[in-house]
């Protein structure tokens, strides 16, 4: 480029080149964002793992109840454990002291508290000084290995090859070698700008805990944390078609034996009422009926025999039962539960025993913003609009000549659905498995109404090993084109997180926080 003679063409030049610089560091600045994104994220990511790991003592050790031989699976929870709180307390300090030495973080002007945003988060003479020249980078990688193997050495000796790979915590002695670098802490810290290396360090913070929840889930299929189900205790059951009737009606119950095996069980019970034999049908039901000849209250004693399916011994079990004959009354109580949900229908049954339907009059007050109207059925239907707070209720009053009754229903918001792909909500999961889903749906489980929530959105992060991790921000359920570019890479030994799951349900107003997973490749 030949120099220009001109001033005007001169400035024209000069002012180029101060655009570009700033242009660079702009660039610049979003590559340490990106820095800060990645580093909070793999917190978040530790933070589930620690969660999920602090549940497996528990499994384990009573898994390891079930057989003597299985007690030094048992033993091996607490090293593993102690194990990784060392490592990870060791790597948490190398993190402390970075960010100390480069000044630690920059104070808000108007409240003087420290934010986020480091003051020496470019300094690259610290990263150097510190983990190269002074040799805290080799003994992290010496650690690493160190560390690796006493992992390792918590399985059996047949598995150690076979879950070897399965154990994340490794260094690259490859790359560096290939690369003619002096040394591996060199390759990965040297000249390295602080708020770059944070993440290099909570990758191997992330590396530490994967390891231990691979021998956490070593140790409980060991020990086989899949319950055994064993009969060895029982009570009777008496179901009454109704609880309450009227005079002149006959009363029928169902008396069984509850936890009893059903039709394919061979255990052989007996059942008999105030001393009188029932016939027992294949599911193990006896059915028990008495007629209503006056008002007030009625008991009943049942006896059972069974031949414990664990001891073969032959065990009775005798309780009490007790129902109420009365008059003509009038009841009211919702079909599912005692609550009402927004956004949903809520079903209602009233009954008035003896008053002819025309007769009864049905209406509703109390918080809620609710509205009740009649189905062709007979049955009502509520509508409701606000959560009721303590100690406020929605009132449904049912009225009919000479009888007047109200019910309490407390308001609420239907429950948080749960995040599931491939109707799972976490674990372990096979690459071409992990591929071929769409992405998240929301399920509301136990939930007996008929309401669909919907996923909104969510952040998807790849943590693959020895790489770094991708993240991709995701609108609604199904994968956007980067969410299926980051899914389309999975492979064995990945973990992949979604986090930040929001739904909405009906009568949400916005979407709401549900539940995170976390997914580890094989």
Same mark, same amino acid.
């Given at each position: 480029?030949?120099?220009?003679?001109?001033?005007?063409?001169? !400035?024209?030049?000069?002012?180029?080149?101060?655009?570009?610089?700033?242009?660079?560091?702009? /660039?610049?600045?979003?590559?340490?964002?990106?820095?800060?994104?990645?580093?909070?994220?793999?917190?978040?990511?530790? $933070?589930?793992?620690?969660?999920?790991?602090?549940?497996?003592?528990?499994?384990?050790?009573?898994?390891?109840?079930?057989?003597?031989?299985?007690?030094?699976?048992?033993?091996?929870?607490?090293?593993?454990?102690?194990?990784?709180?060392?490592?990870?307390?060791?790597? #948490?300090?190398?993190?402390?002291?970075?960010?100390?030495?480069?000044?630690?973080?920059?104070?808000?002007?108007?409240?003087? #508290?420290? @934010?986020?945003?480091?003051?020496?988060?470019?300094?690259?003479?610290?990263?150097? %000084?510190?983990?190269?020249?002074?040799?805290?980078?080799?003994?992290?990688?010496?650690?690493?290995?160190?560390?690796?193997?006493?992992?390792?050495?918590?399985?059996?000796?047949?598995?150690?090859?076979?879950?070897?790979?399965?154990?994340?915590?490794? /260094?690259?002695? $490859?790359?560096?070698?290939?690369?003619?670098?002096?040394?591996? =802490?060199? !390759?990965?810290?040297?000249? !390295?700008?602080?708020?770059?290396?944070?993440?290099?360090?909570?990758?191997?913070?992330?590396?530490?805990?994967?390891?231990?929840?691979?021998?956490?889930?070593?140790?409980?299929?060991?020990?086989?944390?899949?319950?055994?189900?064993?009969?060895?205790?029982? @009570?009777?059951?008496?179901? *009454?078609?109704?609880?309450?009737?009227?005079?002149?009606?006959?009363?029928? *119950?169902? &008396?069984?034996?509850?936890?009893?095996?059903?039709?394919?069980?061979?255990?052989?019970?007996?059942?008999?009422?105030?001393?009188?034999?029932?016939?027992?049908?294949?599911?193990?039901? =006896?059915?028990?009926?008495?007629?209503?000849?006056?008002?007030?209250?009625?008991?009943?004693?049942?006896?059972?025999?069974?031949?414990?399916?664990?001891?073969?011994?032959?065990?009775?079990?005798?309780?009490?039962?007790?129902?109420?004959?009365?008059?003509?009354?009038?009841?009211?109580? *919702?079909?599912?539960?005692?609550?009402?949900?927004?956004? /949903?229908?809520?079903?209602? $049954?009233?009954?008035?025993?003896?008053?002819?339907?025309?007769?009864?009059?049905?209406?509703?007050?109390?918080?809620?913003?609710?509205?009740?109207?009649?189905?062709?059925?007979?049955?009502?239907?509520?509508?409701?609009?606000?959560?009721?707070?303590?100690?406020?209720?929605?009132?449904?009053?049912?009225?009919?000549?000479?009888?007047?009754?109200?019910?309490?229903?407390?308001?609420?918001?239907?429950?948080?659905?749960?995040?599931?792909?491939?109707?799972? !909500?976490?674990?372990?999961?096979?690459?071409?498995?992990?591929?071929? #889903?769409?992405?998240?749906?929301?399920?509301?489980?136990?939930?007996?109404?008929?309401?669909?929530?919907?996923?909104?959105?969510? #952040?998807?992060?790849?943590?693959? %090993?020895?790489?770094?991790?991708?993240?991709?921000?995701?609108?609604?359920?199904?994968?956007?084109?980067?969410?299926?570019?980051?899914?389309?890479?999975?492979?064995?030994?990945?973990?992949?997180?979604?986090?930040?799951?929001? =739904?909405?349900?009906?009568?949400?107003?916005?979407?709401?926080? &549900?539940?995170?997973?976390?997914?580890? &490749?094989?």
């Amino acid at each position: 480029m030949s120099i220009p003679k001109e001033p005007r063409q001169i !400035m024209i030049n000069i002012m180029y080149l101060v655009l570009t610089a700033l242009l660079a560091l702009n /660039v610049s600045a979003e590559i340490f964002n990106a820095f800060k994104v990645v580093d909070k994220s793999m917190a978040k990511s530790n $933070a589930s793992l620690d969660e999920s790991n602090s549940k497996m003592p528990e499994l384990i050790s009573a898994g390891a109840k079930k057989r003597e031989s299985f007690a030094t699976y048992a033993d091996r929870v607490a090293p593993a454990r102690q194990y990784s709180a060392e490592l990870n307390q060791y790597i #948490q300090n190398i993190i402390d002291t970075l960010i100390i030495t480069s000044g630690g973080y920059m104070a808000d002007k108007e409240t003087g #508290q420290p @934010t986020e945003k480091l003051k020496g988060e470019k300094d690259k003479s610290v990263t150097t %000084r510190l983990l190269v020249d002074k040799g805290i980078g080799e003994e992290l990688k010496a650690k690493i290995l160190e560390y690796k193997t006493k992992f390792l050495s918590l399985l059996d000796t047949a598995d150690v090859a076979s879950f070897s790979g399965d154990i994340t915590l490794d /260094v690259d002695d $490859a790359t560096w070698q290939k690369k003619k670098k002096k040394s591996w =802490a060199e !390759m990965n810290f040297s000249h !390295m700008p602080v708020q770059a290396t944070l993440p290099i360090l909570r990758k191997f913070q992330n590396d530490v805990k994967n390891s231990e929840a691979t021998i956490l889930n070593y140790l409980a299929n060991k020990v086989g944390t899949n319950v055994d189900v064993v009969l060895d205790k029982f @009570t009777v059951v008496s179901a *009454a078609k109704k609880s309450y009737v009227i005079k002149g009606e006959t009363y029928e *119950a169902d &008396i069984f034996l509850s936890a009893f095996a059903g039709a394919d069980s061979k255990t052989g019970i007996s059942i008999s009422v105030d001393g009188r034999s029932l016939p027992v049908d294949a599911e193990g039901v =006896a059915k028990y009926s008495a007629s209503a000849g006056g008002v007030g209250l009625r008991k009943y004693s049942a006896s059972i025999s069974v031949t414990n399916p664990v001891t073969n011994e032959v065990q009775t079990f005798k309780k009490e039962f007790e129902y109420e004959v009365g008059e003509r009354s009038v009841s009211v109580s *919702a079909t599912k539960m005692n609550v009402f949900y927004i956004g /949903v229908d809520n079903p209602v $049954a009233v009954s008035a025993a003896g008053v002819p339907s025309n007769q009864v009059q049905v209406s509703m007050t109390g918080s809620g913003g609710g509205s009740i109207s009649k189905n062709s059925d007979g049955t009502f239907n509520v509508k409701v609009s606000t959560p009721t707070k303590l100690g406020e209720f929605a009132y449904v009053t049912v009225a009919a000549p000479g009888l007047s009754e109200k019910r309490e229903f407390r308001v609420k918001r239907i429950p948080n659905p749960n995040a599931k792909l491939s109707n799972s !909500m976490g674990g372990v999961m096979g690459a071409g498995e992990f591929k071929a #889903q769409k992405g998240l749906f929301a399920v509301l489980d136990n939930f007996d109404f008929d309401a669909k929530c919907e996923i909104i959105g969510y #952040q998807l992060v790849r943590v693959p %090993r020895r790489q770094d991790p991708l993240i991709a921000a995701n609108k609604g359920g199904g994968y956007n084109a980067e969410a299926r570019g980051v899914v389309d890479q999975a492979k064995a030994g990945d973990t992949y997180y979604f986090e930040n799951v929001k =739904a909405k349900c009906p009568g949400d107003a916005s979407g709401r926080d &549900i539940n995170q997973l976390v997914f580890k &490749i094989n």
